[in-house]
């Protein structure tokens, strides 16, 4: 069975520090996909970053980092130079390899202080 | 374009009464998904879609069903509501990105 464990409920971070979110998942697929989402308060969800277990590298988009770790099976999220606007709850999720289905984490309620 | 559209934006409901809830999308995605959002509970697979005229079941199943007669909508039908249902839906389109619609919060009283 797959799993998607967050354990950092909620998060307190200073404005312009760089924020690390953990994730870790569980799964006995070879091949798979991780996710982060943002989820401000008004609701929406937004795709932030995507990460197959056969790329290389980790993936990158623009202030949003993926650090895979494959044999620790670890996806965390880290936001580089954090922005108030940065504040919102954080989804992790996996697909995997025969699955269509995407299974999400309970996220992380990350708060930027000014 | 709309991108992901979900109609109603709100509803309450009696228990034992039945709704269907639309989404709509304009991007040609094959994949489509239904979402049940709880505090606490992160967001749940209720049903999802390959294609027109499939459907398969998520974590969440029970109570709902769902149907995909064209590639463009993604309906979900709760036939006899509970209260055990009332939650935020969120519909999405995509397979590796998912582009989400903007939510249908239901009551259930």
């Known amino acids: 069975a797959q799993k998607i464990t967050q354990t950092q409920p909620g998060m307190f971070v200073q404005e312009k520090e760089a924020v690390t979110l953990d994730c870790t998942y569980d799964?006995?697929?070879?091949?798979?996909?991780l996710f982060w989402y943002k989820q401000p308060s008004s609701g929406e969800m937004i795709f932030l970053i995507y990460?197959?277990?056969?790329?290389?590298q980790n993936a990158t988009e623009g202030r949003y980092s993926l650090n895979f770790q494959k044999a620790r099976k670890s996806a965390n999220l880290v936001i580089s130079a954090s922005q108030l606007g940065d504040s919102a709850m954080y989804f992790c999720?996996?697909?995997?390899?025969?699955?269509?289905?995407?299974?999400f984490g309970k996220g992380t309620r990350l708060h930027i202080l000014p | 374009n709309a991108g992901v559209t979900q109609t109603p934006k709100f509803r309450v409901l009696k228990t034992g009464q039945s709704m269907t809830l639309l989404c709509a999308q304009d991007?040609?995605?094959?994949?489509m998904y239904w979402y049940r959002q709880d505090p606490g509970m992160g967001l749940r697979l209720i049903h999802y879609?390959?294609?027109?005229?499939?459907?398969a079941k998520g974590e969440v199943p029970d109570g709902y069903n769902v149907s995909r007669l064209k590639k463009q909508n993604f309906l979900l039908g709760l036939e006899s509501a509970a209260p055990s249902q009332t939650s935020v839906y969120f519909c999405?389109?995509?397979?590796?990105?998912?582009?989400f619609g903007p939510g249908t919060r239901l009551t259930v009283l």
């Open positions: 879609s390959v294609g027109e005229g499939t459907t």
């Open positions: 990460q197959g277990s056969y790329d290389q």
């Open positions: 999405a389109g995509g397979r590796d990105e998912q582009f």
């Open positions: 991007m040609n995605h094959e994949y």
């Open positions: 999720a996996m697909r995997g390899r025969w699955g269509d289905k995407i299974i």
């Open positions: 799964t006995s697929d070879p091949s798979y996909g």
